[in-house]
């Protein structure tokens, strides 16, 4: 657990500062992080390190670095909509949002198409839940937003309105279905209940995952890929992959919480 939240913590640091500096281009055209990876086993900033295994904060990068990014600025009752496009050609797509509690229950909603011009950041929309963060209980809702192109879901980003340390989540009962295809493994999520930084481990083998540490709404499904390792087959690694989130970690009010963010 320990492990897990320090690369999450770094993770975020990292996603909050990236995002910040793309949203703002006209004071600050380019991001680097320390460090990319190890030249030998030791516990590091890196986000790959020594054999090659990703940390958290790699696969955050991955999307945080995306050439079309969506990104969410938060200050109180209000969060604010970004879409950053790096591509030299102007971009159109949709973003659909909504705030919910951890059941999937919808209080409000709305999609909005959007048109970003090439290499620009572009401030969407500014929403203030300050009725709804009154009426409801602050500690159990979540404002879910998803980059859309066509039928192409591109990305996805949550916001919640406390520190995750205040916070007791459900425990989203995650369904895993493993199959493969090929070489390719293809792992199907689907979260009953709001889960917060779903975390993938092969403990057999050193696995890249197309996506880890990522959240999961309410009802929802992801699919993530990676190449199966030698000698494993679909039923092998179905019982043996660990799938966690935040809500497995030690709880809220407990001496382990104060490492939180």
């Known amino acids: 657990d320990m ?15 990236t995002e910040h500096w793309r949203r703002n281009r006209d004071r600050c055209s380019g991001a680097l992080y320390w460090q990319l990876n190890d030249c030998w086993p030791v516990a590091s900033w890196a986000s790959i390190d020594h054999y090659g295994r ?16 969506l990104s969410l600025a938060e200050q109180d009752s209000f969060v ?26 919808v209080f409000i909603a709305d999609e909005e198409s959007v048109l970003v011009g ?29 980059l859309w192109q066509g039928k192409n879901f591109i990305s996805r980003q949550t916001v919640l309105f406390e520190k995750e340390k205040e916070i007791v989540l459900p425990q989203p009962n995650l369904q895993t279905v493993v199959t493969t ?9 689907t979260a009953m209940k709001y889960a917060r930084y779903v975390m993938l481990t092969l403990p057999q083998a ?3 995952f197309s996506d880890n540490y990522f959240d999961i709404p309410a009802g929802k499904s992801v699919n993530i890929t990676a190449k199966c390792p030698q000698g494993l087959t679909a039923e092998a690694v179905q019982s043996s992959l660990l799938v966690r ?17």
């Open 80 to 105: 604010n909509i970004f879409v950053t496009n790096d591509l030299k050609e102007d971009w159109k797509g949709e973003v659909r949002w909504s705030l919910q509690d951890f059941k999937g229950g």
């Open 206 to 208: 050193d696995v890249v």
């Open 245 to 261: 989130s935040l809500a497995d970690m030690e709880p809220a009010g407990t001496p382990f919480s104060d490492y939180m963010t």
């Open 3 to 17: 492990v897990s939240m320090t690369q999450i913590v770094q993770a975020e640091a990292m996603r909050y500062g």
């Open 54 to 69: 990703w940390k958290a904060l790699h696969y955050f990068a991955k999307r945080f670095n995306a050439p079309v990014a």
């Open 181 to 189: 295809n090929g070489d390719e493994l293809n792992i199907n999520i």
């Open 118 to 146: 090439a290499t620009e950041a572009y401030h969407m929309k500014t929403l203030n839940f300050e009725d709804e963060l009154k009426s409801f209980d602050r500690n159990k809702l979540v404002f879910i937003a998803e």
